[in-house]
Structure formats: C-alpha cells, structure tokens
C-alpha cells in the first residue's frame, strides 16, 4: 500500500485496561501532518519496540509484572500490505521490560527490565527470530525516594554512536552504566573502565540519547531535569543541568532531537502535562530552554518525522497521538488538529 509523501508509522499500546490490539500501523503524509490506519496486530503490553536495518522485522517488549510472563518478540512486518506475522517470543527472564535496543548489524538484542532491576541480552537468527538468553545483569542498588527508588529499575539501554559499548540508566539507583561490546561471545557485555556515572540523589534517570556532535542528554524522571555531557572517548562528562518540569511532578519522560540539530524537547506528565523546548548550542551543546508547549494528558513517548516538520505525542490519557507542526526558524510547535485516536498509546515510531 504505497501512499505518496507517506512514511510508515507503528503505535504501541497499553491493552491490559481495553480491547485494544496493542500494535497499530499508519501511513503518515509528511507533506499534511495526516495519517491513514492500515492494520494491527494483537500482542500484551507492546510498551516499546525497535526494528531492524530495513524496518522488516520490528522487536517489541510486553511489559508485564511477572518475569516469566515478560517477553520480547519477533514480528515480521509486510510494510507494503501492513501484515504481521509472529516470528518468535521469548521471556526476558526480568519483570516489565521497558525499553529495548538493537545492534547495528541485527545480531544482538538488549532489553531495560524495570520491575527485574536487570538487563537481558538476546542473540539474533540470520533469520530474525530470537535465540534464548544469552546473558543477564542485574542490579541491586537503591536510593532516597522511598516509593520509587527502593531498587534498581532499569529504564533504558541504548547503543554509543560507535556501538561500542552499551549504556543502562538505573532510574531506581541513580546512576548509568556503561559496557564494552564483546562479540560472538557469551560475556556480551563487560564493564568498562569507565562504567559508573553517578546522578544526584532522588534524579531517576531515564531517558539517555547521544548528538551527532559528541554531546550526550539525560532526562531524569523524578527531579525533571535534563543533563548535558560532552562525550568524548566514548567517556561521559556532566558540564550543564537545566529544567524541564518546575513542578515537581516527578514525571519526566522522553527526550528527542530535532533532525536539524539545533533544538531538543522533553516530555513531562503528571501536572502541567506538555514539552519543553531547548535550544542546542552548536559548539558547545549547551542547552537554553525557549518555550513550552502545552499537550493532551500523559506525553510519555514522542516522535520527530525525519523530515523535522512534524512532532507526534503519545498522550495516554487521553487516548490520542497529537501532531504539531515544528517551526524550523524557531524550533517551537503548533498543533495542527490532525489528532490519531486511539487508547493508550505509549510507543511511536517512523519504521
């Protein structure tokens, strides 16, 4: 199913509250902020996915409370027909996975276990099928919020620019560790000589992504704050904190950079629900904060089309995928009315 000017768009959702399939595919025209629903597939709990080179095989982690009814899955997905079809499901052995990456040669998979206080690492078939574990690591470690911080909970691992070496934040402990790659071996992971980066007490880091210009950003769920490093030799080192919540809400959530890379946007829930807009220092990368953008309720997950022109908000609670569009000069948004309905929704992405 081609679509002139269109890109394709997949939408994960919370099901455990409704009768929603879980995974829903769209076509996104990148020239009227539009979307047209193709089709959807039925999986629990598809709370974040990632996909392959070619965006042919997408890998989504179910996020239940019961380690051994956790899972990572392998679905084939037919872009042109918008068909599904289930490769394989393994258990992620760690409760509530929450965040799931890829290698950059679609050999590897490693899950973030929020629940688990783990990382799982999962080996991957010529095919795309998944292979059982291979490795785990777990954490134990906590810190002073007594509600959500008395364990580690593993929030996100993400790939360097190089692939390297992993990176995990401990939302429950914080902190972020840092692993060398080993291939083609079962210690795929390794600490690194630099594994520990230490976050203030009661931050919960979350979210973690990497500029093409050596710059690294962290946002923290709990203090609302976003944290600026540079990278260098693949080591991180803190030189700004700014805010993203003022409220105390302990709600942050997702963090994204625009395509141009001169703008960065935050998500925050709970209160005052909506994104922040910085402004990204070119040299230095350096963040000043521009505007705020009020949203619908709970934007916990976002989206920037590869084009820059729109910003797709996962508001949950209010059932509905809202659609801004990005002004390039200013980096701040308009919302266009062009709202996808749908329930729950907690993990967009352009495949």
Do not use: W
């Amino acid at each position: 199913m081609k679509q002139e000017n269109s890109i394709d768009l997949l939408v994960g959702c919370y099901t455990e509250e409704n009768e929603n399939s879980g995974l829903a595919f769209y076509k996104f025209n990148l020239v009227t902020g539009n979307a047209i629903f193709v089709n959807d597939y039925k999986i629990n709990n598809p709370s974040y996915f990632t996909k392959n080179a070619d965006g042919t095989i997408i890998y989504v982690v179910s996020e239940e409370e019961d380690k051994y009814e956790s899972a990572v899955s392998a679905i084939k997905l037919d872009k042109s027909k918008g068909n599904f079809t289930l490769l394989n499901s393994v258990s992620t052995k760690g409760a509530a996975p929450c965040y799931i990456s890829i290698d950059n040669e679609n050999k590897y998979l490693v899950t973030a276990n929020y629940l688990g206080g783990s990382i799982s690492v999962f080996k991957l078939q010529e095919n795309g099928k998944i292979e059982d574990l291979i490795q785990q690591i777990k954490f134990d470690e906590e810190s002073i919020h007594q509600e959500r911080q008395n364990q580690s909970h593993l929030h996100c691992v993400v790939y360097s620019p190089s692939y390297n070496h992993l990176f995990a934040t401990d939302l429950g402990g914080d902190k972020i560790y840092k692993f060398d790659i080993n291939k083609d071996t079962d210690d795929y992971l390794t600490p690194s000589e630099n594994y520990l980066t230490e976050i203030e007490e009661g931050s919960g880091p979350r979210h973690l992504i990497f500029s093409e210009n050596k710059f690294a950003y962290l946002i923290s769920e709990l203090s609302g704050e976003v944290k600026v490093f540079d990278f260098l030799n693949e080591n991180l080192l803190e030189k700004q904190t700014v805010v993203s919540q003022y409220n105390n809400a302990e709600g942050s959530a997702d963090i994204q950079i625009h395509p141009n890379g001169k703008y960065l946007y935050t998500s925050n829930r709970l209160e005052d629900d909506g994104l922040t807009i910085f402004k990204i220092d070119q040299n230095s990368g350096l963040l000043t904060s521009i505007g705020y953008q009020e949203t619908a309720l709970h934007p916990r997950n976002f989206v920037i089309s590869p084009n820059g022109k729109y910003l797709l908000v996962a508001s949950k609670d209010s059932h509905i995928i809202q659609v801004f569009e990005i002004d390039n000069t200013t980096g701040l948004l308009t919302n266009i009315n062009s709202d996808i309905e749908i329930d729950l929704p907690v993990c967009i992405k352009f495949i």
